[in-house]
């Protein structure tokens, strides 16, 4: 108990203590000082009431619409002022501030015209909304037209009334933009003006009222044609004020750039990039000393990215300039070195050489002309590892070195045929005819030769005459069991490539090479046919000029005829005069679109030099201004090289030959459909081997 009452007297002194030192502490400081009577200070606007009426009138009339509606909302003694009665002429004043405005209806206080014309405020959710449905003398944001525009109502009046009332014609409506056979009102006016119709009970009192609600709505329509104009000159004017700021800006900036000296860049500017699109530049603000320092460091940096960009476009087209300087130079080239017996280059392939394509890469200031290549000239066969070594048929075999300037591999032509532009040789358009690769390795190792390391021209130098054990004629009874005596056609190494593909596509065939004595009698036979045909064609042919007319310009008549005779001269290309070879290219269309991989028949193209060159018939000089391409088509569409029928003492036993196992045209979707068509009409013969598909007439002119 007692250590109960020592702790109960503990807080007692504590809190006396407390008490006398707050007491103390009071009387030792200053005394307190008096409160002061806090007064509402008055805003500035609140003077304004102070000043006599007719003063205060005269100011607010000079105010705007707008201005006067929102000095009426600033405080209570404002909206007694500006919104009773007696205040209408400051309204009156402040509208007839704003030029054009429709004078407000007399359904509507000016505060509720003033509102609805320049508050920019939803009547239904008081959100902003920037435009006025005219049609409907509301405004309204997008968000509350759907709910608060409905459909209106055929609402009849009281049972006595001899007429019933069409309720749509005292509220305003409008057609729906996405149904104009629906009109719809403002459901708040809707409903007030029903309320109102419904609340008469007497007749007379109800005509009255119908009457005036439709002189209102007749009034209000007239009226909404004019606001709906006076609206869209606002528009116009501001933006058209909006425009003017624009251009007073861009103005002084390029003012401001070209004394910096980028006067020149502006105007090389292009139109997309000009500089009224420039974020910093397409403000509707006037120019400051101020602004312009802020944004000066981000013009001066998209100049000069400008400048960039446009010596890029500058060496662009310098450097497509320039690749027809060397192509000219490279034609001039080609035709002074013809006749040619190897590949040469096209303009694209040409132009990336190191060497030229240093001189077309050269800076802009560097002049590049035609000497500056021709001083090459010299170099040219080294140049490109050696590349001097000198349209598409789908699924056609090609021989070296024609594949070097096959059309496909030297032009695009992915878009329209017609609009084939040179591009470098490229190899993704090839792909290996295992088909043929597996024939044409049959045909090697026949003729006696490796088909590892055999090349064209060993196979061409070989010369070989083959015969075919399918199709030989044995006069054995034991027909191909045994050796014997048979009858044969000798092909070439090349037609029995043909001939294998044609007529052996499904079963393979086994070839034999005829000996010494028989090849020589196959070749004698083929120039008693060649010469028998070239005769039969010659008679046949009276309007078209033949190769060996006579020179008509003056000149070495005999060595000009001996010149055009050349090419039937050459052994190495003997071919049926029925079927001519397409191996012959005009000197004067050399890189160009004409003129590239696109072999003719002789008799076409001296047409061709007669249309498109204006060479006489006849007087056309070979290696001059046509030549024959080094690298001209293998296969024919019609008649193949001959092969003359003979009898050969012994043919061996026809070898076991396995089933073929690569179809002809592995890759194509219409195998089934080919294969019948290859049986009908043979394989290669269904196809031309000239770029567009045949060999070359009047039409390519």
């Given amino acids: 108990m007692d250590s109960e009452a020592a702790s109960s007297s503990k807080p007692r002194a504590t809190r006396a203590s407390s008490k006398r030192k707050a007491e103390a502490t009071t009387t030792v400081d200053a005394p307190a000082p008096k409160r002061t009577k806090i007064t509402k200070k008055k805003g500035s606007l609140q003077r304004l009431l102070d000043i006599s009426l007719d003063v205060l009138f005269e100011i607010l009339g000079h105010l705007q619409p707008l201005d006067v509606l929102r000095l009426g909302r600033v405080s209570k003694e404002f909206r007694r002022l500006l919104f009773h009665k007696s205040s209408i002429s400051i309204w009156k004043s402040g509208l007839a501030n704003v030029p054009g405005l429709p004078p407000c209806p007399p359904s509507m206080t000016e505060p509720q015209w003033v509102s609805l014309v320049f508050d920019q405020t939803c009547q239904v959710c008081f959100k902003i909304a920037r435009k006025v449905d005219w049609r409907l003398f509301i405004r309204i944001c997008t968000k509350c037209t759907k709910p608060s525009l409905v459909p209106v109502e055929y609402i009849y009046g009281l049972t006595t009334t001899p007429e019933p009332v069409l309720l749509a014609q005292l509220v305003l409506t409008r057609t729906e933009s996405n149904r104009t056979w629906k ?82 860049e502006l105007e090389e500017l292009l139109p997309c990039d000009s500089l009224r699109f420039h974020k910093s530049v397409k403000q509707p603000t006037r120019l400051t000393d101020r602004t312009w320092n802020a944004i000066k460091p981000d013009l001066i940096k998209y100049m000069e990215q400008m400048k960039v960009e446009r010596l890029a476009r500058e060496l662009v087209v310098i450097i497509v300039k320039r690749k027809d300087i060397a192509g000219k130079v490279l034609c001039a080239y080609k035709r002074s070195q013809l006749p040619w017996n190897e590949v040469m280059p096209t303009a694209a392939d040409f132009c990336l050489f190191p060497e030229i394509a240093k001189i077309v890469q050269s800076p802009l200031e560097v002049v590049v002309n035609e000497q500056t290549f021709e001083q090459l000239s010299d170099s040219f066969p080294i140049m490109g590892n050696g590349l001097f070594l000198g349209g598409s048929i789908p699924l056609q075999p090609l021989y070296w070195p024609r594949v070097l300037e096959h059309g496909c591999m030297t032009q695009d032509s992915s878009l329209w045929s017609y609009m084939k532009r040179s591009v470098p040789w490229r190899a993704d358009v090839l792909s290996v005819d295992e088909f043929t690769k597996e024939v044409v390795e049959k045909i090697v190792a026949a003729s006696g030769l490796d088909p590892k390391t055999a090349t064209v021209e060993e196979m061409d130098a070989a010369d070989v005459r083959l015969a075919c054990h399918l199709c030989a004629t044995r006069t054995s009874a034991a027909f191909t069991s045994e050796a014997g005596p048979a009858t044969v056609n000798g092909f070439s190494w090349r037609n029995a ?82 079927n001519p070879e397409v191996a012959w290219c005009c000197a004067h269309c050399l890189e160009t679109p004409q003129g590239r991989g696109k072999p003719m028949i002789l008799d076409a193209i001296l047409g061709h030099l007669s249309v498109r060159h204006d060479t006489k018939l006849g007087s056309a000089v070979l290696n001059k201004d046509f030549y024959r391409s080094p690298a001209a088509p293998e296969l024919y569409t019609e008649d193949h090289f001959p092969a003359p029928s003979l009898d050969v003492a012994v043919l061996p036993k026809q070898p076991q030959i396995a089933p073929r196992e690569v179809p002809r045209y592995p890759n194509n979707p219409n195998t089934g459909l080919r294969s019948y068509f290859e049986d009908m009409f043979g394989g290669y013969d269904s196809y031309s081997d000239s770029e567009d598909g045949h060999y070359g007439d009047y039409d390519d002119y």
């Fill in 183 to 264: 009109h719809v009102s403002f459901s708040p006016e809707f409903t007030r003006v029903k309320a109102l119709y419904e609340a008469i009970s007497n007749r007379e009192e109800q005509a009255k009222f119908v009457q005036e609600r439709k002189d209102i709505v007749k009034d209000l329509k007239a009226r909404a044609l004019l606001c709906e104009e006076w609206t869209r000159s606002i528009t116009d004017n501001r933006s058209e004020e909006l425009a003017d700021l624009k251009e007073e800006r861009f103005k002084a900036i390029s003012a401001k750039l070209t004394d910096l000296g980028w006067g020149d």
């Fill in 497 to 578: 490539v043909l001939h294998e593909g044609d007529n052996h596509h499904r079963n393979p065939t086994a070839w034999h090479k005829l000996d010494a004595e028989e090849t020589e009698a196959v070749r004698a036979m083929e120039k008693v046919v060649l010469e028998k045909a070239r005769i039969a064609a010659t008679q046949d042919t009276e309007d078209v000029p033949m190769h060996d007319a006579p020179a008509e310009d003056g000149g070495n008549a005999d060595e000009r005829k001996e010149q055009e005779q050349a090419p039937l001269e050459d052994e190495s290309s003997i071919l049926p005069a029925s």
